[in-house]
């Protein structure tokens, strides 16, 4: 009788993650299942916030130095919250669409993953192909070095590949996996606009240590702002 009432309970759970709360209600019982899919729930909120908050920061941060369209828009920290909220409310708004799309929510987090780790490997790539050119820091690998970071760059090239494949078959619109077309598009983009316009001004990022050495507190949304205005009428003349 448990072994069939099992079954009935997973059966009435066709998808993924049905399946999981009907296992642990079957294993730990209705009120264990509850607590673990608390935890579970939990995990994912501040997984997502963290997510928010990088992107939100990494955002601001490009748009300082320039890199992005509208950095002017996105390059301001509130005076009153000292957070960047334009670059917050943006990627707030980015996960909106996984909010009531499975297909969205299962390329948003391939994209996450992709792009974080092609942001690894692409210094780590350039270390390997200009290795003569290398200067290294006062903590190295020594000769574990270069076979290390060739290494880290097949094995992320190999896990990109494998987080844009569909997760199920047959493949329709429904199941294609749409972060390589997402990936796609900002490499385009990001080798397109560097060729075009980048390439012809941007001398790297903004230098805030030197600021700290002026006595300016970076972190002082006010101060910071009289810097990047002063630094650029200098500039200007």
């Given at each position: 009788?448990?072994?069939?009432?099992?079954?009935?309970?997973?059966?009435?759970?066709?998808?993924?993650?049905g399946?999981?709360?009907?296992k642990?209600?079957?294993?730990v019982?209705?009120?264990g299942?509850i607590?673990?899919?608390?935890?579970?729930?939990?995990?994912?909120?501040?997984?997502?916030t963290?997510?928010?908050?990088s992107n939100?920061?990494?955002?601001?941060?490009?748009?300082?130095d320039?890199g992005?369209p509208?950095?002017?828009?996105?390059?301001?920290v509130?005076v009153?919250?000292?957070?960047?909220?334009e670059?917050?409310?943006?990627?707030?708004?980015?996960?909106?669409p996984?909010?009531?799309s499975?297909?969205?929510?299962?390329?948003?987090?391939?994209?996450?993953?992709?792009?974080?780790?092609?942001?690894y490997?692409?210094p780590i790539?350039?270390?390997?192909?200009?290795?003569?050119?290398?200067?290294?820091?006062p903590?190295h690998l020594g000769?574990?070095?270069?076979?290390?970071?060739v290494?880290?760059?097949?094995?992320?090239?190999f896990?990109?590949?494998?987080?844009?494949l569909?997760q199920?078959?047959?493949?329709d619109?429904q199941?294609?996996?749409?972060?390589?077309?997402?990936?796609?598009?900002?490499?385009?983009?990001s080798?397109?606009?560097w060729?075009?316009?980048?390439?012809?001004?941007?001398t790297?990022p903004?230098k805030?240590?030197?600021?700290?050495?002026?006595g300016?507190n970076?972190m002082?949304?006010?101060?910071?702002?009289?810097f990047?205005?002063?630094k650029?009428?200098q500039s200007?003349?």
């Amino acid at each position: 009788m448990a072994a069939s009432r099992r079954r009935h309970v997973v059966h009435k759970f066709p998808t993924p993650g049905g399946h999981v709360a009907a296992k642990w209600r079957c294993t730990v019982g209705e009120n264990g299942a509850i607590v673990l899919m608390v935890i579970v729930i939990g995990a994912m909120f501040f997984c997502g916030t963290f997510s928010i908050t990088s992107n939100s920061r990494m955002m601001f941060a490009f748009a300082r130095d320039g890199g992005i369209p509208g950095h002017t828009f996105f390059n301001y920290v509130n005076v009153r919250w000292k957070s960047p909220i334009e670059p917050d409310s943006h990627s707030f708004c980015l996960g909106l669409p996984s909010l009531g799309s499975s297909v969205a929510f299962s390329a948003a987090t391939s994209i996450a993953t992709i792009g974080l780790y092609i942001s690894y490997a692409i210094p780590i790539a350039l270390r390997v192909v200009y290795r003569d050119k290398f200067v290294r820091g006062p903590f190295h690998l020594g000769a574990f070095s270069y076979p290390v970071a060739v290494t880290a760059v097949l094995w992320i090239a190999f896990i990109a590949i494998i987080f844009i494949l569909p997760q199920v078959n047959p493949v329709d619109s429904q199941t294609f996996n749409y972060a390589i077309v997402a990936v796609g598009i900002v490499i385009f983009y990001s080798v397109g606009f560097w060729l075009i316009s980048a390439r012809k001004w941007f001398t790297g990022p903004v230098k805030q240590i030197a600021a700290e050495e002026m006595g300016i507190n970076v972190m002082e949304p006010a101060e910071a702002l009289r810097f990047e205005q002063e630094k650029a009428k200098q500039s200007q003349s």
